[in-house]
């Protein structure tokens, strides 16, 4: 619903020469609602001018597009490239206008509160994700500062100091651009903040390299995935040069961990890295996917002075003591996301898992248990452990071995939740050959029969419209959630997926020929 205000607002940025020629008669307190509707209807010229002449203290493009009492669609999940590049130049060239009628107020830029979704519905069609932000914005302060350099500007433009907060992604591709832009940060008027950081694809060297230059004192985030190829050890000398005292979330690359060929000194490392993540009292978020930490988790999380509210363990090989540790530890009361993909956990720890859910059933938001060898026996279980789980708004089970009459049977219990809004689901076992063995590898998932797999889906559908529950979003995405970073990045990684096995091919055939 429009507000009259809303409505007139956008009366006036739809013609963008007028509303450009006008903004020198609009009042400080207009400019929020008249960037929303500018926003709305992709108006790029005139967002560029608003934030160029933008006359309050701060521009939080989160609070800006969010809800409001003038219209309250959220704007925040829109990335269109022509908003945000218009927003961003606008910024620079706010530090560079000399001739507004303003007075230079702005001094905290937050562009942290843009999120990046699946489905884009602006009209342009063009998204810029969080490594297209992270790449502009550098590209900007390193413009920036090489002009004012150059050019002869006023003394009040030196004077100009703006934190711009910020989601950093940094891969190969970007990363001299990047470090560039922090290493002249106290130069620049535009100064970058980073509040959460993303690697990917990048040496050990340039992360720690690049890493110091961030500030770390103010990272809320840290995300090191796929291509960093860090290991514990490695893990231990990051956290015993750099101190994250803000620290809310940690993100691990897969095989950080490998308890599998621990020595005494590996054991020892593990404690230290245990004992450092306790001395982060702000650390709620810990992922540590595909990592070997069996019969170790106590040893990992018991140092930590503040409950978990999210916890990533999938396929880490966990064993009955860890899943004990975690259902009598005092974040089980805690975890609003929990992720144990990956584990047999009807045969291996039955009772532990569903005392662990029963602990955290009044708070959990997310439950995801891919690949956990869930089967039709163990569906009335299932549904007695869900059953006090009101709050949960996600749940994700694809790749258990279900039959279409168990999904239908489990669908009709999730109509109840009153808080749900996605599931995800596996292909039911019947619409796979016989002798279809789980996990199902990947040359196999697609082989199924997708007529018989449709009319299945069809019928879930129903339950969920029977029981008036068309707000939940039923879907089986065979390869994964969808992953923004990872889709914006793909074809980088691509590449150096490429370019390492042609590598060790090459090594491969050097052996094999000195060998003959």
Known sequence: MKSLRFISAEAFVSNAEFA????????????????????????????????????????????????????????????????????????????LNQSSPYVKKLKVVDLTGIKDVEVQFCKCKKTMGRWARTQLLSKLC????????????????????????IDLFVTERNYELVVQALLKKCSCPLKICCVAFRSDNLTLQKFFYIIKLTDPSLLRKLEIVHNVHLEMEHLEMLFNCIY???????????????????????????????????????????????????????????????????????????????????????????????????????????????????????VLRSLTLEDCNIQDTHVNMLVLGLSPCQKLQEFKFIGNPLSSQALKHLFTFLCELPMLKNVEFPVPRDCYPIGITYPIDDASVCRFDHQKYEGVAEELNLILLQANRDDVKASTPLFGSYDAAVQETNNELGVYLIKSFKETLEKFTSSFNKIN
């Not at 390193?142 to 907060?165: H, K, M, R």
């Open 142 to 165: 390193s413009d920036l500062l090489v002009y004012l350099q150059q050019a002869q500007c006023s003394p009040g433009t030196f004077e100009v100091s703006i934190n711009v907060l």
């Open 20 to 95: 450009r020629k006008s903004l020198g008669a609009v009042t400080h307190d207009l400019f929020p609602l008249l960037f929303k509707a500018s926003y709305l209807l992709e108006q790029g010229e005139v967002i560029h001018d608003l934030v160029e002449n933008w006359p309050l203290f701060d521009f939080n493009i989160g609070k800006l597009l969010g809800a409001t009492l003038d219209y309250e669609e959220d704007l925040s999940h829109r990335t269109c490239s022509v908003c945000l590049e218009s927003c961003l130049t606008g910024l620079r060239d706010y530090v």
């Open 244 to 362: 994250f005292p803000l620290l809310m979330s940690l993100t691990l690359p897969a095989r950080t961990f490998n308890v599998r060929r621990f020595t005494a000194t590996d054991e020892q490392t593990l404690t230290k890295i245990g004992e450092k993540m306790g001395e982060m009292t702000q650390l709620t978020e810990l992922s540590m996917s595909f990592s070997i930490l069996t019969g170790r988790i106590q040893k990992l999380l018991s140092p930590l002075k503040t409950p978990l509210k999210k916890l990533d363990v999938s396929n880490c090989s966990l064993n009955h003591a860890d899943m004990a540790f975690l259902a009598n530890s005092f974040h089980a009361n805690h975890l609003e996301a929990l992720d144990l993909s990956g584990h047999d956990i009807p045969e291996l720890y039955p009772s532990t898992f569903f005392k662990l859910l029963s602990r955290c059933s009044s």
